[in-house]
């Protein structure tokens, strides 16, 4: 059974920095388009930052130079590293995976067939 399960939400400062992880079973990371999404009450998912099957990244505008998306293959999960973490941050993060995801969908969640429950980030002073 395919599952990504993700952690290291939590409350931070502005200025800070939190790690996501996201553990995948059923699957091997290495062979699938991984990606990070958020969402906030009100508005769409978002893409943030995406690793192709060929380690190529893709982030949002808004998070370039500060969010770094990585994985780790022997324990096959994925990571997204946030520093400078800013209020307009704030939102529930959610890991994705997908085997087919088109090279200009990858910060598009409608190529993604299998989705965490998401883990909360808040950045407030």
């Known amino acids: 059974q395919v599952q990504v399960v993700e952690s290291g939400g939590g409350s931070v400062q502005p200025g800070g920095s939190l790690r996501l992880s996201c553990v995948a079973s059923?699957?091997?990371?290495?062979?699938?388009?991984m990606g990070w999404f958020r969402q906030t009450p009100g508005k769409e998912r978002e893409g943030v930052a995406a690793?192709?099957?060929?380690?190529?990244?893709t982030y949002a505008d808004s998070v370039k130079g500060r969010f770094t998306i990585s994985k780790d293959n022997a324990k096959n999960t994925l990571y997204l590293q946030m520093n400078s973490l800013r209020s307009e941050d704030t939102a529930m993060y959610y890991c994705?995976?997908?085997?087919?995801?088109?090279?200009?969908?990858?910060?598009?969640?409608?190529?993604?067939?299998?989705w965490g429950q998401g883990t909360q980030v808040t950045v407030s002073s």
């Open positions: 059923g699957f091997t990371i290495s062979t699938y388009t």
């Open positions: 690793l192709s099957t060929y380690d190529t990244t």
């Open positions: 994705a995976a997908g085997p087919w995801v088109r090279g200009g969908y990858r910060l598009r969640d409608s190529d993604y067939n299998y």
